[in-house]
């Protein structure tokens, strides 16, 4: 098995980074696969967690009929032609009253592609809290919230986003990460799969063979309607390991950046999720030494020898330095 060359070492740094570089192949590939399309086969969320110098939380009044004076986050759908943070900042003047900048995402939650909601801590820059006399369809009102007196909220499922944005002010566990500004087609994923075995590591890869020679890349899985993002690099890791043999468990630890630049109207409101994540033996399977066998000739393990890449991707694992997603 071959190490891994110096123009994939120079990507992994850059991932591992948080940055990224545009997607120009796909290498797992459901029957069918549609451009992603805002409003049509995609949804995307944004919500912002901000709080206030005495820790309170900002909170709008919902002026939607189904939730009609509720409380929630400030959130909302995505809209042609925006990236995830102009969306992020249109919602949060919209239905608060403030300008904000985003400080980092904070999670990413997804039912597949046709749901999926960023959640940023982000910080106000200006404005002003939005009042009743200001109420129209975006909401009713702002105020801030010190999470202990009563108030009626549309849904739970914003405290736990809130709890993370107060661990994260208290002690951050993962670099600051913002939305990478790279036009993607689909939602899909690229894969640092990882396999650690006695201090030893190893990247799946894919070979891309053209007429200089053979050259290899981290691989993209592409999501698929009904399925979870995460369920796209489950199925890659299918595709290439032999049927007889029980396949090595996945776990995706987390999203090392997010790609995605929607100005390209019908073109490019796909996402490219760069998650990192291990392959794992099961609890019947026997401990394995080396890499798990390979059935399909498009794929080859090389090993990581570099020593600062390696120990970064062992700590990233180790103190679960990514941005969680969570597949509801």
Known sequence: MESVDEDLEEKLKKILNGEGFEVLDFDSVPERVQAATLRKNVCYIV???????????????????????????????????????????????????????????????????????????????????????????????ARWWNREAPLPLRSRDILCLIDA???????????????????????????LIVFICKERMWLLLTKHTDDP????????????????????GHRLVQECMPTEHPAPQLNVHGVLGVQH?????GQSDGICFNTLVTLERSEDQEELNSPPLLDNERYTWRE?????????????????????????
């Not at 003047?93 to 982000?122: H, Y």
């Not at 993962?174 to 690229?190: A, G, I, L």
């Not at 630049?261 to 109207?265: A, H």
Request: hydrophobic share 35%.
């Open 47 to 141: 919500s912002a967690v901000i709080f206030n110098t005495e820790g309170e939380v900002l909170m709008v009044q919902e002026a939607k009929r189904e939730c009609y004076g509720r409380w929630y986050l400030p959130a909302g759908r995505m809209e042609a032609g925006e990236s995830i943070r102009e969306a992020l900042r249109r919602e949060v003047r919209e239905e608060a009253g403030f300008e904000c900048e985003p400080i980092t995402m904070l999670l990413v939650e997804e039912q597949g592609p046709q749901w999926i909601r960023f959640t940023f801590l982000a910080e106000v820059t200006g404005g002003s809290l939005k009042t009743l006399s200001e109420a129209d369809s975006e909401s009713l009102q």
């Open 165 to 191: 944005g107060l661990r994260y002010r208290q002690k951050p566990w993962f670099p600051v990460s913002h939305p990478v500004n790279s036009p993607c087609s689909v939602v899909c994923q690229r894969l």
């Open 213 to 232: 020679g053979t050259h290899t890349r981290l691989p993209v899985a592409v999501s698929e309607k009904g399925y979870s993002v995460k369920w796209a």
């Open 261 to 265: 630049d929607g100005r390209v109207l």
């Open 304 to 328: 990581v020898t570099n020593q600062s890449t390696r120990d970064e991707i062992v700590r990233r694992i180790k103190d679960r330095a990514l941005v969680p997603l969570h597949s509801l």
